[in-house]
């Protein structure tokens, strides 16, 4: 019997240095604080942080293999170029230093710069320095920037952030420490993870009833008390049925409404006038804010007459039709809202939905009384914008949670923005036992940056003429020429889609390739796996890279990937920059982006370089400082022309948003001694602080600054001050939404200024409802429903994230390659086995794959984990890896294009009004694999092979012990 490869009872190994370092994690979006053990400088062991705010020390799957990611044989460790006389995709590189490479680049964009910025291109993944990334891309003076939230949850951000100033992940959620009664609807297994793990199981051992209504019942919704299966695309009936009931039923908060959201504001109702379905304004009455005026009226209960909002002793009437004195019709906004709702009976709703018209009436019931019944009371004494002083906070204790399910629907916009009011009707919004905000939320509605406004803001050798990405408030902040055509390359803040507040990333490739609506030169992809799971067409994606005009160029003629390890995109490089490892490097989770805040108060992280980079690897902030230095844009060096920052610690230190601001990435141990917080002048030893504090810094705001905040006197202030916020005036709820209705009116011609092209007047004026409203997803109008009668969905496990963590050699054992799940019944009809080969077929593609029983998902719903299958050889795989012979990838039968109006033209399957990637809206058919077919996975594709700089594939398993690599 051989010894065991690790004692545990067995003395030390003696003159072993062993060290302990804190950090960020990076397996996933989390962002939870880590311990990393080292013995003689090598990762050994990685435990979750007791001390942070966020996980408290518990660690999950993804964040202890973080070793395994450390190691993995598909780093890519040295710069590399496409050999001369290659072809793209081929996977033929050679070394080069990085001083050529950066000449490289260089050269390429300083060129482009100076004749025609918008020719560069700057997309990432799931990154987490947009403010660098963006910052970047504006300085350069290239429209064209956008990070992955486009076909991520872009839906789940604007829908709530267009209605309540705020949404969920990381700028809010439930409190589920006070809720009673929790709906989550669908949330995938992976977001906020930890945390939420955490909050769900104290929620249950605590007596809350926990509700999931998803089409699968996988990950949390595994241990939920109800699981109310759902068809896909059709919650927004669901929850429109709910607010009917809410309504019918009396169990909406009015007190909550009147005073903090615009359902008693009157909305004009003469047809005949150009501010139709706006809300009238009293011309004598304060603005409050100029940018953003307030002076709405209210139709007053108690002197029966219209009254500025919010008048000193006035109520306002919620419900009926009124005259103003110059013979306008009105109605408040609240009216119209019950108008819309009449018709959304629970019957309604379930014959689109599949859940019964009583399981509806049953929870809409139990969410009024829960909330009316169980009313919580803190003594925290608060006072509102107005000045009216409360002595305690209430709250209604009904909680929910939803993600990417809602979001990745043509119709999600909708969809979200009902969920938003139906939590308003309810009175949840920042109050305990409901949604809270995180800082930097609330925001304004909508937050006040804006993208840029036309051509002319780019221009050569300038930083770009306003923000790449923003808010879009009214058509005038639209990013479209004088015919109304976009200016950026996946044509975001256009006519096609003018909200799309994180752009459209899954169109830009197609657009590229086409040259619509102009050809571009470099396109720069930093972890965005564009080539595989990443794209919704993934053939058709890789036939793009490498296609070539008439005169033998390709169509985008020079591609540069930075990623950490070898990828099905890295193929299609030109040029390849390794980076580094979450564990090499500094970064940081900014207030600026995408902090990691709790409700009670702002928080932001760093990650420190744990170990040294492996190789020549570099991280990309580093590579986007030196760029940026060689550029000579102008946020990174003197008007001599000199670098200000040595490199990305010293950016990170000094950085301020306006010169003197006090602002900068990081919100802790500002000022020159460290003693400052939120603003302050530049220290230098900020980042040594972070470091000995645990990598983080918690701003603990007063009880009385806690809830309430977008009518919160004291926190507006401070809020002002801090610079999280430019204004201090109140954020009212739009439950209408007069924002959308002024989109509605230019379509129709009815207001002046910008306006859209003729073809796209109907589609704006369609979608652009002040009131949500159901429809059905767009491709179920481009599909035979008969021949394609099930939805289909891909994904994340809850053990991995993304295809960066698939290749991980723990994290496979957990998932070593994926089925597609489909209800018994629904299989069994269709002849096929459990466990057997199937075909699954759409009208864009097909796939065969392995089929698995599941009782767990809706009989008109199959379902797969996304990125787990891979093209043969990538990530350093062997050839015949199980994740490349019998994993597959769903996005093969999702296209990114649907037909546009006229013949040959083309329109982004996304949502109308967000560009949201509609991922869950394609619609399948599934039939047996005949006997005799080839037993693995299709399509597949030519094996990849390492490029120089990566570690031969181990073979077997790798036993790591007492720092040495053995393979079995």
């Known amino acids: 019997m051989s010894s065991p490869i690790h004692d545990p009872i067995a003395p030390p190994i003696p003159d072993v240095a062993t060290t302990v370092k804190t950090t960020t994690c990076y397996m996933c979006a989390c962002r939870c604080g880590i311990k990393v053990h080292l013995r003689d400088g090598e990762v050994r062991y990685i435990e979750g942080n007791p001390d942070h705010p966020l996980n408290k020390g518990v660690i999950c799957a993804k964040g202890g293999s973080g070793i395994m990611k450390q190691y993995s044989p598909a780093r890519l460790t040295k710069p590399l170029r496409r050999k001369p006389g290659t072809e793209r995709g081929a996977n033929q590189f050679e070394e080069i230093s990085w001083d050529e490479t950066f000449d490289i680049l260089e050269k390429r964009l300083s060129h482009l710069r100076a004749t025609d910025p918008k020719k560069f291109a700057l997309f990432t993944g799931r990154d987490q320095m947009q403010a660098l990334t963006g910052l970047f891309a504006r300085q350069f003076g290239t429209p064209n920037y956008a990070a992955h939230g486009g076909f991520c949850s872009v839906n789940m951000a604007a829908g709530m952030i267009y209605t309540i100033g705020g949404s969920f992940w990381e700028f809010g959620g439930p409190d589920l420490e006070r809720a009673r009664v929790f709906y989550m609807i669908g949330t995938a297994e992976d977001h906020h993870s930890n945390p939420l793990k955490s909050a769900i199981g104290e929620f249950k051992r605590n007596g809350g009833r926990f509700v999931a209504i998803n089409p699968v019942r996988s990950g949390y919704a595994a241990i939920a008390d109800e699981w109310i299966p759902i068809k896909p695309g059709t ?7 709910i607010i009917r009931e809410i309504i019918a039923l009396g169990l909406y908060d009015r007190e909550f409404l009147a005073r903090y959201t615009n359902s008693g504001q009157l909305v004009n109702q003469d047809q005949s006038s150009q501010d139709f379905g706006m809300f009238v304004r009293d011309p004598a009455g304060d603005v409050i804010n100029p940018l953003r005026p307030h002076n709405f009226m209210w139709w007053d209960r108690h002197s029966d007459r219209a009254v500025a909002d919010h008048a000193k002793g006035a109520d306002p009437r919620l419900q009926g039709e009124y005259i103003l004195p110059d013979g306008t019709p009105v109605k408040p906004a609240f009216q119209l809202l019950k108008e819309r709702v009449a018709d959304c009976t629970p019957e309604w709703a379930a014959d689109i939905t599949g859940i019964p018209a009583d399981t509806i009436k049953r929870i809409a019931h139990e969410m009024g009384i829960t909330a009316r019944d169980q009313k919580i009371e803190l003594p925290i004494p608060w006072t509102d914008w107005w000045g009216e002083e409360h002595e305690t906070v209430t709250g209604n204790p009904v909680a929910f949670h939803s993600m990417r399910g809602l979001a990745a629907h043509s119709n999600g916009f909708q969809s979200i923005r009902a969920l938003a009011i139906l939590m308003s009707l309810l009175g949840t919004i920042d109050r305990p036992g409901g949604f809270r905000h995180k800082a930097p939320y609330p925001r304004a509605i909508p937050p006040n940056a804006r993208p840029s406004k036309g051509p002319e803001a780019v221009q050569p050798n300038t930083p770009l003429g306003g923000a790449p990405l923003g808010w879009a408030e009214t058509p005038d902040d639209l990013f479209v ?84 390890f070898q990828s099905e995109t890295t193929a299609f490089a030109d040029l390849i920059l390794p980076d580094t490892t979450y564990l090499e490097r500094n970064d940081c989770m900014s207030m600026l982006d995408r902090p990691i805040s709790e409700f009670d108060g702002p928080v932001d992280a760093v990650r420190v370089p744990i170990v040294a980079p492996k190789g020549e690897c570099k991280p990309f902030q580093e ?17 001599e022309g000199g670098r200000k920052f040595s490199g990305y610690k010293d950016f990170v230190i000094n950085y301020e948003t306006a010169p003197g601001s006090g602002i900068g990435f990081l919100t802790g141990w500002r000022g ?13 030893k900020q980042w040594e602080m972070y470091e000995k504090n645990g990598c983080f810094f918690q701003y603990h705001l007063p009880p009385s600054s806690q809830y ?15 610079g999280l916020r430019r204004d201090n005036d109140p954020i009212i709820i739009h439950i209408y939404s007069e924002l959308l209705q002024g989109f509605r009116l230019a379509a129709q011609g009815k207001r002046p200024g910008k306006q859209p092209p003729d073809e796209l007047r109907e589609r704006v004026a369609t979608y652009f409802d002040p009131l949500p409203f159901w429809y059905a997803p767009l491709e179920d109008e481009q599909s035979d429903l008969k021949k394609y009668p099930l939805n289909a969905l891909t994904q994340r496990p809850m053990a991995m994230y993304h295809s960066w963590d698939s290749q991980n050699v723990w994290l496979r054992q957990i998932h070593t390659y994926n089925y597609l799940y489909v209800n018994s019944a629904t299989a069994a009809a269709a002849g096929i086995a459990d466990g057997g080969w199937m ?42 890896a199980n994740e490349s012979q019998q994993g597959f990838l769903l996005n093969h039968l999702i296209s990114e294009e649907l037909r546009g109006q006229r013949q040959g033209t083309h329109i982004s399957n996304s949502d109308p009004i967000t560009g949201q990637a509609a991922w869950y809206d394609v619609r399948v058919r599934i039939y047996p694999a005949e006997a005799g077919e080839a037993e693995h996975s299709y399509p597949q594709f030519e094996s990849m092979q390492p490029v120089p700089g990566m570690e031969p594939a181990k073979q077997g398993w790798l036993a790591w012990f007492a720092g040495k690599g053995k393979n079995k």
Not at 235 to 241: P, S, T, V, Y
Not at 507 to 526: E, H, M, S
Not at 710 to 720: G, I, T
Not at 865 to 870: L, S
């Open 481 to 564: 020429d004088a015919d109304g055509q976009p200016v950026r390359i996946d044509k975001g803040f256009s006519w096609e889609h003018p909200l799309s507040a994180h752009g459209l990333m899954h169109n830009v490739i197609t657009n590229a390739w086409r040259g619509d609506p102009y050809p571009i030169d470099t396109l720069l992809l930093f972890m965005a796996n564009m080539a595989w799971n990443s794209s919704m067409n993934t053939a058709q994606v890789r036939d793009m890279l490498t296609d070539k005009n008439a005169d033998g160029g390709y169509k985008i003629p020079f591609i540069v990937v930075c990623d950490a």
């Open 839 to 880: 075909w699954v077929e759409s009208q864009w593609g097909k796939v065969r794959c392995l089929c698995r029983y599941s009782e767990a998902v809706e009989p008109g719903t199959v379902w797969t984990w996304n990125a787990i299958g891979k093209s043969s050889g990538a990530w350093n795989l062997s050839k015949d």
């Open 672 to 684: 020159k001694d460290g003693d400052q917080a939120m603003r302050g002048e530049p220290n230098p």
């Open 708 to 722: 309430m905040r977008n009518w919160n006197k004291e926190y507006m202030e401070w809020s002002q001050q801090a």
């Open 623 to 639: 590579v986007l400082v030196e760029l940026a230095g060689r550029l000579k844009l102008p946020a990174f060096t003197t008007a």
């Open 235 to 241: 919650d927004g009936a669901l929850i429109l049925a």
